[in-house]
């Protein structure tokens, strides 16, 4: 304070001329500044203050947005997961399970971030959040870090932060692109503000089947990405340390627990990367830990070959359409693919096991085929 004290009387004490500079550049200074606080608050790209009043909601930046939609929006069950659950619909998960939903698709989310929304859903909803459908990645459970920490203070119900919101890049960026969208209104951005596929990535024209599958392996294969690398201390500390504690703290929450399925690619790309059995165990550990919750409900689906092996429900190595989000909640509710016993979890591996080494060579054969391509 004694350092801005002795500028400001510095300025004072100056010639006429350089005050008056001084004086138009802070005040012109002053001007935008507010202005741009002023235009973040009306605009509120994120609903920190209210719903859009000028504009549609739009569902596409998850991290963000999650507090609105956890603390205002009316359901009863909560979908959580990473981009594996951006193409189940609303109105496919409400009549399946009777309820009110809502989904919150993180693509490339972490368990730390999913724990996060858990955290703000159960805090704001209490006893009207009955039932959680968790959709269960092994490769989120080895990653590190989260996503939300540049929005933390929009978690919390004080004000005392708002304004990393008012001046931040990511709010004037957001704050551009949905007056563009309300501006110049583009075909691939409708499914953005359409609350029934909130968060989906999937549109008209996507393509779907063998060939945009390995594409997608090519170009993982060249760049040698795995979706995320076997880390076993992440893991422990993930899975025992964070979402562990999520189930035992809340027995009165139903969670149905689900492991999405994956083309079967995804497991022969990590055998490729030698991290295959690591994955498979890792699997193995989690369901086994997972059926000693009573509130706890696991479904498998990555030991389904009717799944795994169709090339037509796939966009890549992982991502499925809706149609196999519908049917992958059929057999949710009907409890077709539920396991109930350490048995059924070691015959699952086995059946994973017996699928990636099938699947195998014809992998092999199609990565050659289409390298060309």
């Given at each position: 304070m004694k350092k801005i004290y002795a500028f400001l009387k510095k300025i004072y004490q100056a010639e006429t001329s350089y005050r008056r500079w001084a004086v138009f550049t802070v005040s012109v200074s002053g001007v935008i500044v507010i202005g741009a606080a002023l235009t973040a608050f009306v605009v509120d790209p994120h609903y920190r203050y209210r719903k859009p009043f000028f504009y549609d909601m739009v569902y596409?930046?998850?991290?963000a947005t999650a507090p609105h939609i956890?603390?205002?929006?009316?359901?009863?069950?909560?979908?959580?997961?990473?981009?594996?659950?951006?193409?189940?619909?609303l109105e496919d998960?409400?009549?399946?399970?009777?309820?009110?939903?809502v989904k919150l698709a993180a693509s490339g989310g972490t368990t730390t971030d999913l724990c996060k929304f858990f955290d703000v859903a159960r805090k704001s909803k209490k006893e009207k959040l009955k039932r959680v459908v968790w959709s269960l990645d092994i490769y989120p459970l080895n990653k590190k870090g989260d996503h939300f920490s540049d929005f933390d203070f929009m978690y919390r119900d004080d004000?005392?932060?708002?304004?990393?919101?008012?001046f931040s890049r990511q709010t004037f960026s957001s704050m551009i692109y949905l007056i563009k969208r309300k501006t110049r209104p583009k075909r691939h951005r409708a499914h953005q503000s359409d609350r029934n596929r909130m968060f989906a990535t999937e549109y008209a024209g996507k393509p779907y089947g063998l060939l945009p599958v390995i594409k997608d392996a090519l170009h993982n294969e060249r760049s040698h990405h795995t979706q995320t690398p076997y880390d076993a201390e992440m893991h422990?500390?993930?899975f025992y340390q964070h979402l562990l504690p999520v189930?035992?703290?809340?027995?009165?929450i139903h969670f149905?627990?689900?492991?999405?399925?994956?083309?079967?690619?995804?497991?022969?790309?990590s055998e490729k990367f030698g991290e295959a059995d690591a994955l498979i165990r890792q699997r193995t550990?989690?369901?086994?830990?997972?059926l000693k919750r009573k509130n706890v409900e696991l479904h498998d689906f990555q030991a389904a070959a009717e799944y795994v092996e169709y090339h037509d429900y796939f966009s890549d190595v992982q991502h499925f359409s809706n149609i196999a989000a519908r049917k992958l909640l059929q057999d949710l509710v009907s409890g077709r693919r539920k396991l109930v016993s350490a048995e059924q979890v070691r015959a699952n591996e086995q059946k994973l096991r017996q699928l990636l080494q099938k699947n195998m060579p014809e992998y092999t054969r199609n990565i050659k085929k289409y390298k060309g391509h």
């Open positions: 596409y930046e998850v991290y956890l603390k205002h929006q009316e359901y009863d069950l909560l979908m959580l997961g990473t981009s594996m659950t951006r193409n189940f619909f998960i409400n009549s399946a399970f009777k309820c009110n939903s004000h005392k932060e708002d304004y990393r919101y008012l422990q500390k993930n189930f035992d703290k809340n027995p009165d149905t627990v689900y492991l999405p399925p994956y083309h079967i690619y995804t497991y022969c790309q550990e989690v369901m086994l830990e997972l």
